[in-house]
């Protein structure tokens, strides 16, 4: 079955320092999503990406963060400047159209020390 | 404010003990209501789609209903394997944006 892969699983940065996580969502899909979950809480919409740009983006998706399909295969969400609280689990997703089938990868569990 | 709230935040039966888990939405336009599992340290794996009220999906020992107000996912004679994060999110939009709920964390004892 097809698979979206996250990499690293597993990431600890500095505080201030910019990190990159990175995606290959499934090859016929055509919708790109981030969300977020921080420890306990609730999973949460960062951004959605189609057609090589932004459609939506939350609050919390501010000027620190950035998105980009750098080639055919990968999906990749950018920190500039990591605090504290980007603390979280961070999941790419991606669909074939939206409202259909999101299916969510790994997760990369980003630790901001 | 809440749009999508689950209830109870955490279930616990034992193996063959049949219940339902809540999903109660405020969304105007849903566009549809998605149930995903979701297990400790992974990423959401997906279970349904319900577009319309009155639907009925199943799979295995799992069957979700929707109405115009709330989704309900009934578990069957559950297993200890069935124990997750039962997670419920809908999309409204045109641009597909998930809006999840906290989850129901179920617990099955054998």
């Known amino acids: 079955e097809p698979e979206v892969t996250q990499t690293p699983s597993h990431q600890v940065t500095q505080m201030g320092q910019e990190v990159i996580l990175r995606c290959v969502p499934i090859s016929n899909h055509l919708y790109f999503y981030w969300y977020r979950q921080i420890l306990g809480q609730k999973v949460e919409f960062l951004v959605s990406?189609?057609?090589?740009?932004?459609?939506?983006k939350s609050e919390i998706f501010d000027d620190q963060f950035s998105v980009e399909r750098p080639d055919g295969s990968n999906f990749t969400l950018k920190i500039r400047s990591t605090k504290l609280e980007d603390s979280a689990m961070y999941f790419c997703?991606?669909?074939?159209?939206?409202?259909?089938?999101?299916?969510f990868g790994s997760g990369t569990r980003l630790t901001v020390v | 404010e809440d749009q999508v709230t689950q209830s109870p935040e955490a279930l616990r039966l034992q193996e063959g003990e049949s219940s339902s888990l809540n999903c109660s939405y405020t969304?105007?336009?849903?566009?549809?209501l998605f149930w995903y599992r979701q297990d400790p340290g992974k990423g959401p794996e997906f279970l349904f789609t319900?577009?319309?009220a009155g639907e009925e999906k199943e799979k295995e020992r799992l069957k979700a209903t929707l109405t115009k107000k709330e989704s309900f996912l009934h578990i069957t004679a559950p297993k200890p394997e069935d124990s997750a994060t039962y997670l419920c999110a809908v999309v409204y939009n045109q641009g597909g944006k998930l809006i999840f709920g906290q989850g129901t964390e179920l617990s099955v004892k054998p």
């Open positions: 319900l577009y319309s």
């Open positions: 990406f189609y057609n090589n740009e932004i459609s939506e």
């Open positions: 969304v105007s336009g849903l566009r549809g």
């Open positions: 997703a991606s669909s074939s159209q939206p409202n259909y089938g999101y299916t």
